[in-house]
């Protein structure tokens, strides 16, 4: 039994000492290769048939590594309804249309005329010493034109031709201004009348005194009347209208009475009332009291039926939205009464008052 175990050792050795040298060498070359070969394949990660394309040259990959994650739970996810667009709507035909074209065919009246023959329109009430007054030269204190001398014009009747235009329509009519005062009081009537549509009138009553015109009552009537009363004992305006009371104000005039108070300035003492001057009264309406600015500008050149005269013009021009422009021109050879009046509104409706006659009052 001894002598057979080196014989097995034997031959479990490949390279045992009694193989041929040159054998050896071979093998032991081949097994380092063999070594080398899997060590770089190890490496390198890449099969050994891998073969790059022509001229790319041979990178190794380096050895990728993953991670994996676990993620958070989501929020439960609430599904959204889309709201439909808001549809506009069509739009509509004017619904006024008709109405307006029925109205046309109704016959007109006085009343259609009426605000822009006579005054202008009514605006909210206001006090008028909270009025705002622009910086021009002015004859009196606080704003209000004070009345230092006055001449009221001689009693007379004048006689105007009335053009006109009211809500597109072009009209004519025919005026009268029947002015009497005896030295202690005054009474001014305006009567306006149109072939078909009727009359409105204006009435001023008051006395002449140290403010000059003193209207005591001022009345305005198409088919009713509405009227303002001067209750200058307790020193306050009322309204037929059921208006609030508004403060009496030195000076105060109606809005017929203004112009006569205007004429009677003029007529005392021209100088102190160059051109740029401007004159500013409380004007009273039939509803409301607010304060009236009038620019004295220069002396022109009219051709009235009347005939040609020379008259000083004073011009109202508007400060707020819907106000009226009102121009008046006073002839100094008819002792300053009034020769012409024009009112144009706010959408261009206008009436032109031009003086035809003049002469004595009857009675």
Known sequence: MKERCPAMHARALPFSPSSPPHLQRK???????????????????????????????????????????????RAAQVPTTKTPPIAKPAPTQNTEAPSMASESGK????????HDLAAPLSLPVRSAEAVDLPPFKRAGTEGLTEVTSFIAPDSA????KVEGQAKGLNYWASAELNWHQDGKTYEARLEVSAFLL??????????????????????????????????????????????????????AQDRLSVVLQISSLLAADPTRFPAGTMLSFQTVS?????????????????????????????????????????????APTLGYLPVRLRITNANGDFVDQLLSKAEKPSS
Do not use: C
């Open 107 to 114: 016959p007109l009246k006085f009343d259609d005329f009426g």
């Open 198 to 251: 009727g009359s409105r009138v204006q009435v001023s009553k008051g006395s002449l005194g140290p403010e000059g015109l003193m209207p005591t009552r001022f009345g305005d009537k198409s088919r009713n009347e509405l009227a303002a009363h001067f209750q200058r004992d307790k020193g306050i305006i009322s309204f037929s209208a059921n208006s609030p009371n508004a403060p009496l104000l030195t000076g």
């Open 157 to 160: 009747l004048l006689k105007y």
């Open 27 to 73: 093998h032991a070359v081949l097994l380092v290769a063999g070594v080398l070969v899997l060590h770089l394949w190890l490496l390198t990660g890449s099969p050994l048939w891998f073969n790059p394309a022509p001229g790319e040259p041979l990178h190794p990959k380096a050895m990728l590594t993953r991670q994996i994650e676990v993620a958070s739970p």
């Open 286 to 330: 039939q509803r409301e009291a607010e304060v009236w600015q009038f620019l004295v500008e220069k002396d022109e050149l009219l051709q009235l039926p009347f005939g040609e005269i020379n008259a000083i013009k004073l011009n109202r021009k508007p400060r707020r939205d819907f106000d009226q422009h009102i121009e008046l021109w006073f």
